[in-house]
């Protein structure tokens, strides 16, 4: 599918908000990169899934995927050598535990979603790796007992700490450091129990500075025999680390040799968060597992544009059975566009495996191509105007539609001016049916209109109107023709009946007169008669425009041509556009009279009495009338020469 089609219906809003159901970043991901399938029974497997994932919702909405961490990076890491740090090994952990709650919770699930439940037996057995991860982590931390040796040396550790600690009490309690001593307290520093001491009495004290006060007049002093003890508790540290890093390499080493088994439980678990995070967006929308078909049928049951939410009006089109082609036509906001976007978005979505929100005997014909044009699509870059950017859309269809695609296109033609407008959609949808294509197209223009009448396999339809509210209803009648309304809505608002007669006549559609009705209050009344009031002197220079605009030429009169110049003789007129028939050698033509000019009137040219038909008329007319004239000559007919 084109990135045009994708964009116009919207698509990729769909796929965010599906998006937003999924708990890794990685099933977003996929779900954002969506694109529908082509094949049928590809599409059917993967609305099936989503089908039983909502079984499965149905009867336990509490899926243990919500903490599922993912793991690929600690997997790499451990495979360049590198340990795991204790907090990516309780991310591990983590996955492992919640990979063993998924497993038990699809062993009762078998009988509601057969295949779905059945994805988790392709995780493997791992219970020993969760097993010694969960027995050396504690809340974060390489536990005491995760070896004997560990335990041994963070025993060794507290005792010493306590005996560093304890040792530099009894020197701040001490007489003979008492008068040295800024405060009798200890005070850690840098990790170093020290003891604040009188910056005048620093040599007093046998020991090492490791801070001084902001005022300069206290230093912090550790002990000699504090230090003493402070690097014994330091070589106990170090062992001890030495002993924690050998047992995050052997978890890391755990982790790698299980490295096949968690890459296909981490697919697993990827597949089972964008199933359900399909199955709970369509949940959200109401949606149904649509009927797949393969006869070009696009039947959709009371089916609703999922971005419209409650305001959507469910939409009833039961497309197809032979017909290749739908004419829509209706008023302007009457929901036209909205039948295109929702029958194009509601099979893209179907092809993706996204439940539809519509009836239950929805059936949907899985299309090779869809293409779309809708709206202006006027491309800055390429400095085109609506029209021009949107026929190129059209040719690039016509180009590439064929039997198996859907084509749907908005008010096809306009932009531009309306006979050629609709002289080119007509081409255009009649190519397009050639093809084979299914097409849905709206049209104000009668042509397409009578065109669908008239032709097998191309069908009408209109969007239902209600004169009286002056609302669309929003609803598709097939098989029927609609109109703009732009007549009713004028006179509902109060356009004055002799104008809504007027232009009826006009636009050449038959109507009948519309009288003003006799209960008319008499406030309606007046704003009635202010629309065919006429000011008398606007009225007045436009008949004065109207004697003076067009001269008057006489038959005979020798006049001149613009723009080159050439001299004809008039014959008759003017029209009521202002138009003369004027003969120039030999030949009538019809000029407009702003193009003539008096050169040498009839009156000084030829007698009173002269026969102009010697000018402008054969000589087998004038032998003609002259005998019709004479006498009455069976089968003789006098035909007028124009």
Do not use: W
Request: neutral net charge.
């Amino acid at each position: 599918m084109n990135k045009t089609t994708l964009q116009q219906l919207d698509y990729n809003r769909i796929l965010n908000t599906a998006a937003s159901f999924a708990h890794t970043e990685r099933a977003k991901r996929t779900i954002l990169a969506s694109e529908p399938k082509t094949v049928k029974k590809q599409i059917a497997h993967m609305l099936e899934e989503v089908r039983e994932a909502v079984r499965i919702l149905e009867i336990s909405s509490s899926i243990p995927l919500h903490a599922i961490d993912e793991i690929t990076t600690y997997i790499e890491q451990a495979k360049k050598g590198l340990f795991l740090q204790p907090a990516q090994l309780q991310r591990v952990l983590s996955f492992l535990e919640h990979c063993r709650k998924l497993k038990t919770f699809m062993k009762d699930k078998v009988s509601v979603a057969p295949n779905v439940a059945n994805y988790v037996h392709a995780i493997g057995d791992l219970r020993d790796v969760e097993e010694e991860i969960g027995r050396c982590l504690r809340n974060g931390r390489i536990d005491d007992h995760a070896s004997p040796e560990l335990a041994d040396l963070r025993r060794h550790l507290r005792i010493r700490q306590t005996e560093v600690k304890e040792k530099a009490e009894a020197m701040c309690s001490s007489k003979k450091l008492s008068a040295y001593l800024q405060d009798p307290m200890v005070v850690e520093k840098n990790g170093r129990y020290t003891i604040p001491v009188k910056k005048q009495y620093r040599s007093k004290v046998n020991g090492t500075i490791v801070d001084t006060s902001a005022s300069g007049a206290t230093v912090f002093m550790e002990p000699r025999e504090v230090a003493m003890l402070y690097e014994e508790l330091q070589i106990l540290a170090a062992e001890e680390q030495q002993e924690v890093e050998r047992i995050l390499y052997t978890l890391t080493a755990l982790v790698h040799e299980k490295e096949q088994d968690l890459n296909v439980a981490m697919e697993t678990v990827h597949h089972y968060d964008v199933i359900f995070a399909k199955a709970k967006y369509g949940r959200s929308i109401d949606g149904i597992v649509p009927d797949l078909n393969e006869d070009f049928r696009i039947h959709l049951d009371e089916a609703r544009h999922p971005l419209l939410g409650e305001q959507a009006v469910p939409l009833t089109l039961p497309f197809g059975n032979g017909d290749r082609t739908l004419i829509i036509t209706g008023p302007n906001t009457g929901g036209k566009t909205v039948t295109l976007k929702t029958a194009g978005l509601l099979t893209l979505m179907a092809q993706t495996g996204l439940l539809v929100p519509a009836g239950k005997s929805t059936s949907l014909h899985v299309f090779r191509h869809v293409f779309v044009d809708i709206g202006d699509g006027q491309s800055i870059e390429q400095n085109l105007s609506t029209f021009s950017s949107r026929m190129t859309n059209i040719i690039r269809i016509l180009e590439e539609a064929d039997a198996n695609s859907l084509v749907l296109v908005d008010e096809l033609g306009s932009g531009t001016d309306p006979n050629e407008g609709m002289a080119l959609a007509q081409v255009i949808i009649e190519q397009l049916f050639a093809k084979g294509t299914i097409t849905l197209a709206t049209t104000h223009y009668r042509e397409l209109k009578a065109m669908a009448d008239q032709t097998e396999g191309i069908m009408n339809g209109s969007m239902a109107f209600n004169v009286e509210t002056l609302q669309p209803t929003y609803r598709l009648v097939l098989g029927e023709t609609g109109n703009s309304q732009a007549f009713e809505i004028a006179y509902k608002l109060g356009l004055h009946p002799q104008l809504i007669t007027r232009a009826h006549k006009l636009s050449g559609s038959p109507a009948e007169p519309i009288g003003i009705p006799a209960n008319l209050p008499q406030a309606k009344k007046r704003k009635y008669e202010r629309q065919l009031s006429i000011d008398k002197y606007t009225d007045q220079r436009r008949q004065k425009k109207k004697q003076t605009a067009i001269p008057q030429f006489s038959q005979g009169d020798n006049v001149t041509v613009s723009p080159d110049r050439s001299v004809g003789i008039v014959y008759k007129g003017p029209d009521e556009t202002g138009h003369y028939i004027v003969q120039i050698k030999g030949e009538k033509q019809r000029i407009n009279h702003k193009r003539l000019k008096l050169h040498i009137p009839a009156s000084e040219l030829y007698p009173p009495d002269y026969d102009f038909d010697i000018i402008f008329k054969s000589v087998e007319y004038r032998k003609t009338k002259r005998v019709v004239e004479r006498k009455y000559e069976e089968g003789l007919i006098l035909r007028e020469e124009e």
